[in-house]
């Protein structure tokens, strides 16, 4: 299993949860397998995400996806996103 982590602040966390949930049929058709949604007890609008993947492949193909650019921009990302990809050891 492959999982890919983010992290990034919002403008607003609940603004930012609503697109996030509304972004899901595309997160299923670029194959994530499953997700989850993290956020600090010191910042709320610090959040942190991860998605399962079967490949290395898919998980880049999702984080190069100018789909996933345009959601990120419209939920209120407004910082670069840390984003880094791990394997189950």
């Not at 999982?3 to 509304?22: C, G, N, P, T």
């Amino acid at each position: 299993m492959i999982r890919l982590f983010v992290r990034h602040q919002v403008s607003d966390f609940d603004e930012w949860k609503l697109a996030y949930d509304a972004f899901k049929k595309e997160r299923v058709e670029m194959i994530v397998l499953n997700d989850d949604v993290f956020q600090s007890v010191i910042d709320p609008e610090d959040i942190t995400i991860w998605l399962d993947f079967k490949t290395v492949e898919a998980a880049l193909t999702f984080v190069a996806s100018p789909m996933l650019e345009q959601a990120m921009e419209m939920a209120g990302v407004t910082d670069e996103p840390v984003m880094w990809i791990a394997r189950e050891a």
